[in-house]
């Protein structure tokens, strides 16, 4: 069966991957001072820019046009579509795609409940899965999620402050200016508080504490390879990943963390998944 998967711009593919099944990216649109953009890799440089400059910076939904002609084609040329999308709690982008893909039979979209390095890690269950003559449901969506964690540092919450997309996290946090969220995607698709730690110290305590319970949980029932994915807004949070790399031998993934989403969370932190391959 030809199938083929499409994804939003804040999902992206790690450098030296290889599917054997086509992938289609639809971008979402970012403005700079009311000015718009396309969300692609050669924007984040940009990105950072206006941050660093204390510009405007706003995210918005795919095109219809583009998203209707991406639509019309594909369901053409593959017996069927998937569609992975940013968490519908976080964007109305899977309400968009939903909309438009539900006059073609052979076009399923999936809310991912969840966004960034997460839907990267689903995104390559899907191919392997797909790769292997497997039909997938909404189910399996859930089931990637949980064989993975996903946890984000913000060392610097202005960003988030100035997004308006995490207001339930901002307002536990309050005026503490010189908190560290630590955070996660909750199951239904929320920003969810973790922890607040009010050191670089006890960032990597609270990140070693939850990956190690994780790790111990889900190898006890499900034991395979264990991958780690991350995105850092600056070069200098590597050093977190690779500690904690270190520590499972294992060489961590490293990926863009993409304007759309650099556009929310700003530099000042990063993002690491733990994964299980199947």
């Avoid at 998967?5 to 403005?31: A, L, N, Q």
């Avoid at 904690?244 to 759309?260: N, R, V």
Wanted: aromatic share 8%.
């Amino acid at each position: 069966m030809s199938s083929a998967i499409v994804i939003d711009s804040t999902t992206k593919i790690r450098e030296g991957f290889s599917s054997v099944v086509d992938i289609y990216t639809i971008p979402v649109r970012v403005f700079i001072d009311d000015e718009e953009y396309l969300d692609t890799d050669d924007l984040t440089e940009k990105i950072v820019i206006a941050i660093n400059e204390g510009k405007k910076l706003e995210t918005s939904l795919p095109k219809v046009e583009y998203v209707e002609e991406l639509f019309e084609r594909l369901q053409k040329k593959y017996e069927i579509v998937y569609v992975l999308s940013i968490s519908s709690l976080l964007s109305g982008t899977y309400s968009l795609l939903s909309t438009i893909a539900n006059k073609y039979e052979n076009i399923i979209v999936f809310d991912s409940k969840t966004v960034s390095i997460q839907n990267t890690y689903i995104l390559e269950r899907m191919v392997n899965d797909i790769s292997n003559g497997k039909k997938l449901d909404e189910d399996d969506i859930i089931s990637y999620r949980d064989d993975s964690i996903f946890l984000i540092s913000v060392f610097d919450i202005e960003r988030l402050h100035k997004s308006g997309r995490v207001g339930k996290v901002v307002s536990l946090l309050g005026k503490m200016i010189h908190v560290k969220p630590i955070l996660t995607i909750a199951r239904n698709g929320e920003v969810q508080l973790v922890q607040k730690a009010i050191s670089t110290k006890k960032v990597a305590e609270v990140l070693e504490h939850r990956v190690g319970s994780f790790i111990e949980k889900v190898k006890a029932k499900n034991p395979g390879n264990i991958r780690i994915y991350a995105a850092v807004g600056r070069e200098k949070y590597k050093e977190y990943v690779y500690n904690l790399a270190q520590k499972y031998d294992i060489k961590p993934f490293f990926l863009e963390i993409g304007p759309g989403v650099l556009t929310h969370v700003g530099t000042e932190g990063f993002g690491i998944l733990i994964g299980f391959e199947r």
